[in-house]
């Protein structure tokens, strides 16, 4: 497989397709997938600029809005992780990834693919250590200090990353690793960026949780962008025999290094399209529980405490979220717009004001795998806060109200976040007595995961219904209530209160 890999995409899909397109031709050959490691700026029209952490002066639409709106297609599958100049607005209504336009695929806060058997992950934003340990509560309208927060990666996305086993061909991240500098020729890169000495001298160049991530699993391949040069470097496994090759890109502009070409061997026998990890989707619906969208610190369990603090999925596990989804991990082709794309030759130029939305894309994807959607969980939140001071208004301006109309309903935050919801691991199916979990495993799960393992590979099976096999069950309005061991659990009475404007 033929592999292209771009630094800071900065908005200009044509210069960057165009520029593939010539390198086709120049040695014959075609490529097969694009990777961009951030920045990629997918900005669908005016409203979305504005949700950009960006000088006024750097606010253009530049390109993706024609493959957004359909005018053009991209004419390589191209992935992409989240940096710090982007559309956060937008990528919010793909917390677990999704398609941004056809063909475009979007990695979510972090998340684990496969494209012809090569397994790539990724993790979007950068790190900042205010943040770090916060939930996601950023929603738009950003303030001035949510428009960065946004993209500050967060404790919960490296805890998940860190409970992946097997080999990992390709890992991408916007900000480089702390200290990767010493595995490469730091004199060189001082000659293009003198400017780094002091923060490499202080070892704050780059992001620590992106270089536990580097040591822990020690990925063939690292890429990443963000401080606009080209660097490589080798990092040694420690008393171990894997390498890992890393390279830095420049961003897309005249004469600098911002594309790179390389072949890495993939199965034949599958085809070069998109589709889920096992292991990642197993992780994602175990942790379900521990997802915050408050901006109080969010701890992740530790191995001293009376829970379940390791999350590496057990045969059983995986098994059972492969039926989910009938045994098809391949990604749905379900792009739908949920904005109007930008039109160069409208003559107003007004741009709405950005909102909060839920994306199709996401909800099918939770409801299948039955875990939760942020957005949906800022969206209660609102809608809580709303009505507790609705009730306070109501209080004041009432002088009694008759006990028979009374209704028993609590709008405090925690109430909608934490005590209406029921986090307890209680599936018969899972052996939760071991932080491990290394229950006997059974022949029946075992052999069905092999069917389905089996099924996959051979693609014979159709995509599947949105709902197929979700442990979930639907309210009179058609609202999703997860019912899932492991999910959050809505009471009832306030779902159908809070979610009236979902």
């Given at each position: ?14 210069i960057?397709y ?8 120049a040695?014959?050959?075609?490529i ?9 700026q ?77 397994r ?9 250590g ?14 001035e ?19 992946l086993t ?8 916007h ?15 001082l ?9 490499i001298?202080n ?12 040591e ?16 490589a470097?080798?990092?040694p496994e420690?008393?171990?025999?894997r ?19 390389f ?38 369990p ?5 829970t ?17 989804f009938?045994?098809n ?9 949920t ?15 950005p ?19 942020p ?7 609102n ?14 301006s009432?002088?009694?109200i008759?006990?028979s109309n009374?209704?028993?309903?609590s ?6 976040l ?16 071991s ?6 495993k ?5 052999q ?5 393992s ?23 309005n ?25």
């Amino acid at each position: 497989m033929r592999i292209a890999v771009e630094g800071c995409a900065h908005g200009e899909l044509d210069i960057i397709y165009e520029t593939i397109q010539e390198m086709e031709k120049a040695d014959g050959k075609k490529i097969d997938l694009l990777i961009c490691c951030g920045d990629f700026q997918s900005t669908r029209n005016l409203s979305d600029l504005n949700c950009m952490a960006v000088p006024d002066k750097y606010k253009d639409m530049c390109t993706f809005y024609k493959y957004y709106s359909g005018e053009k297609v991209a004419p390589v599958l191209t992935l992409f992780i989240g940096g710090n100049h982007e559309a956060s607005n937008y990528l919010q209504e793909l917390p677990y990834g999704g398609w941004v336009a056809p063909n475009i695929y979007y990695f979510g806060y972090a998340s684990v693919v496969t494209v012809g058997g090569i397994r790539i992950a990724g993790l979007s934003g950068i790190f900042k250590g205010q943040h770090w340990m916060q939930g996601h509560y950023e929603k738009p309208p950003y303030t001035e200090n949510t428009i960065r927060s946004v993209y500050h990666i967060r404790n919960l996305e490296i805890f998940r990353l860190k409970q992946l086993t097997g080999n990992i061909d390709i890992f991408l991240s916007h900000d480089w690793p702390a200290g990767i500098t010493k595995y490469g020729d730091e004199n060189i890169l001082l000659k293009g960026k003198p400017f780094f000495k002091n923060d490499i001298e202080n070892n704050m160049l780059g992001s620590p949780p992106s270089m536990e991530l580097l040591e822990y699993h020690h990925p063939s391949y690292w890429f990443s962008a963000h401080l606009h040069c080209k660097f490589a470097a080798l990092v040694p496994e420690k008393g171990g025999t894997r390498v890992t090759k890393f390279l830095a890109l420049d961003k897309c502009l005249p004469k600098r290094k911002f594309l790179q070409i390389f072949e890495l061997e993939h199965n034949p026998n599958l085809p070069l399209t998109l589709h889920y990890d096992l292991e990642w989707l197993t992780i994602l619906y175990l942790t379900n529980h521990l997802l915050s969208v408050k901006s109080g610190i969010h701890y992740m369990p530790g191995q001293y405490g009376n829970t379940r603090w390791t999350f590496i999925p057990t045969i059983e596990e995986k098994a059972k979220v492969l039926k989910k989804f009938n045994c098809n991990l391949q990604i749905p082709l379900n792009f739908t717009q949920t904005a109007k794309p930008y039109n160069p030759n409208a003559l107003d130029g007004i741009s709405e004001p950005p909102q909060l939305l839920i994306n199709n894309q996401t909800t099918q994807f939770c409801n299948i795998l039955g875990i939760d959607d942020p957005s949906v969980l800022l969206q209660l939140m609102n809608n809580a806060k709303e009505c507790k001071s609705n009730e306070s208004m109501m209080e004041t301006s009432c002088e009694q109200i008759s006990s028979s109309n009374e209704i028993s309903i609590s709008f405090e935050e925690d109430n909608v976040l934490s005590s209406t919801f029921n986090g307890t691991l209680s599936d018969s199916s899972f052996n939760h007595t071991s932080p491990l979990n290394l229950s006997p495993k059974s022949n029946s799960e075992e052999q069905e995961l092999e069917a389905c393992s089996t099924k996959e590979a051979d693609g014979s099976l159709n995509n599947l219904s949105p709902l197929a096999n979700s442990d979930c069950t639907n309210d009179s309005n058609n609202h999703v209530i997860q019912i899932e061991p492991n999910c959050k659990k809505f009471k009832r009475r306030n779902y159908s209160i809070y979610s009236n404007t979902l």
